[in-house]
């Protein structure tokens, strides 16, 4: 299969969070036209204005020539490739708009999509390329890629060393991927395996989450360090049953992007985790923060997902106690203590 994009290179960011923005400057310092869109008309007002994202992304300027916008239609107009930084949980919804706002267009060559968001939908158990690829029309499902692996916002914002993985069903896809954004800090490799890319960068929040309620009930290092080895391995063994390749677990998607946001300061999920580990409660936290920590949603998901394929994830299992049934975080670290004795590789 050919793809081919037609130069100018016009790159429109779908999402105006914390990640959207640094992938947005990221494309621009590579050289290309890049559109970032917002939700609303007063966030991409107050963006345009200040030349930065003040909500999201506060220590990074954004260049003069990025255009801000809230109009679907003027951000998506000639893109090439169309990169969703959107929660999980609003993507569907927002493929139906850019799906009629591509159609009103009526231009040639479909663009590339990079899907940028990390989650599984609660409702349907469906990925992020599915719900894509059951919302756009014929002619665009194979031209979508995922990206993975561990990558802050704030540092790729910053053009700091990062390694990430682009993983598509159409190799030629994530290969022109690959080119158009490595560079500037950024190291870009592929993957056939978008299914365990996917449920890596998902489920590794319900770990991160898992791991903040450990340091935030001050259980120490050790109990760390158990539980980001023992939640790889209930990670893996859903993966597997689903139909993952085991080397992408073990790979940027997977046990990178899990120790990056089991331990790092700038993790949302595992911010949320600490809070919860110290006494406080969900929405208290969530409502501090106004930020989006996809673990919460992404917790629901592998819980059920576990559930259909029969897998053992008692980790998962313990979260969804937290989050949903009301137990206290602190007894948290007894109640996996306390499970019955087994293998390592049971």
């Known amino acids: 299969m050919t793809i081919d994009l037609d130069p100018p290179d016009v790159v429109s960011v779908l999402g105006a969070g914390s990640w959207g923005t640094a992938l947005a400057l990221h494309a621009r ?34 260049p003069d020539d990025l255009l801000v916008t809230a109009e679907l239609d003027a951000a998506l107009a000639g893109a090439a490739l169309v990169i969703l930084s959107i929660p ?34 609660v409702e349907s ?13 014929e002619g665009h499902r194979e031209r979508v890629a995922v990206l993975g692996g561990p990558s802050f916002a ?6 700091q060393p990062t390694a990430v993985v682009v993983a598509s069903r159409t190799r030629a896809v994530a290969a022109l991927i690959q080119r158009l954004l490595s560079g500037h800090g950024l190291r870009v490799y592929v993957s ?48 597997l049953a689903m139909g993952a390749d085991p ?15 089991c331990t790092g300061g700038l993790s949302r999920n595992r911010r949320v985790g600490l809070a919860l580990g110290e006494g406080r409660r969900l929405p208290e936290i969530l409502a501090e923060m106004g930020m989006v920590a996809e673990g919460v949603k992404n917790t629901l998901s592998a819980h059920r997902l576990a559930a259909r ?6 980790i998962t299992a313990v979260m969804h106690a937290i989050l949903y049934e009301g137990f206290d975080a602190r007894d948290a670290a007894a109640a996996l203590m306390q499970r019955d004795l087994k293998p390592e590789r049971g």
């Open 125 to 137: 158990l469906r990925t992020m390329i599915d719900v894509l690829e059951e919302e756009l029309p």
């Open 154 to 159: 704030a540092e790729v914002a910053q053009g």
């Open 88 to 121: 999980s949980h609003g993507m569907r919804e927002n493929i139906v708009q850019l799906r009629a706002a591509l159609a009103e267009q009526r231009s040639g060559r479909p663009p590339l999509y990079l899907i940028a968001a990390k989650g599984v939908e």
């Open 192 to 239: 056939d395996d978008v299914l365990g890319v996917e449920l890596g960068g998902a489920f590794k929040n319900v770990i991160a989450l898992a791991a903040g309620v450990c340091d935030g009930a001050g259980l120490g290092q050790n109990a760390r360090a158990a539980l980001i080895t023992r939640g790889l391995a209930e990670i893996t063994r859903l993966s």
């Open 29 to 62: 310092r590579r050289g290309l036209v890049t559109r970032l869109w917002a939700r609303t008309a007063e966030h991409a007002g107050e963006m345009a204005r200040e030349r930065r994202n003040g909500r999201y992304l506060p220590g990074s300027r954004l």
């Open 247 to 261: 080397a992408t677990l073990a790979g940027l998607a997977g046990l990178g992007d899990l120790v990056l946001t």
């Open 309 to 314: 394929e029969g897998v053992e994830m008692p």
